[in-house]
């Protein structure tokens, strides 16, 4: 799957000017199911959201709020892990396992 450059400029964007009212979530923290892909089906994960969200997403014909899913490369978050236990924070890794 390729990354949408309109999606990644709102996410910038919308963390820096309105960090306050972006919310971020750790996928792995929402997810109840899973099953890889295989011949007959593509691989897909079920995710445990608020009703709200569904409501927005499902429940009207013009959608509301928007939802994006972004990935940080293992490289990255090993970096920042670590220099965030080097600072003396002990909670990066353990915080996002949901």
């Known amino acids: 799957m390729a990354s949408n450059p309109v999606a990644s400029t709102l996410l910038a964007w ?3 000017e309105h960090s306050g009212e972006v919310e971020v979530l750790p996928l792995l923290a929402l997810v ?3 099953s890889r892909e295989n011949d007959k ?3 897909k ?4 959201v608020p009703d709200d969200w569904v409501k927005n997403i499902a429940g009207y014909d013009q959608l509301q709020d928007v939802y994006l899913v972004s990935r940080v490369p293992r490289e990255l ?3 920042w892990d670590k220099a965030s236990r080097e600072a003396g924070s002990q909670q990066p890794t353990e915080a996002l396992a949901g």
Do not use: C, I, T, W
């Open 41 to 43: 089906r593509p691989a």
């Open 14 to 16: 919308a963390h820096s």
């Open 32 to 34: 109840v199911d899973s």
């Open 77 to 79: 978050f090993q970096e």
């Open 45 to 48: 994960l079920v995710v445990s």
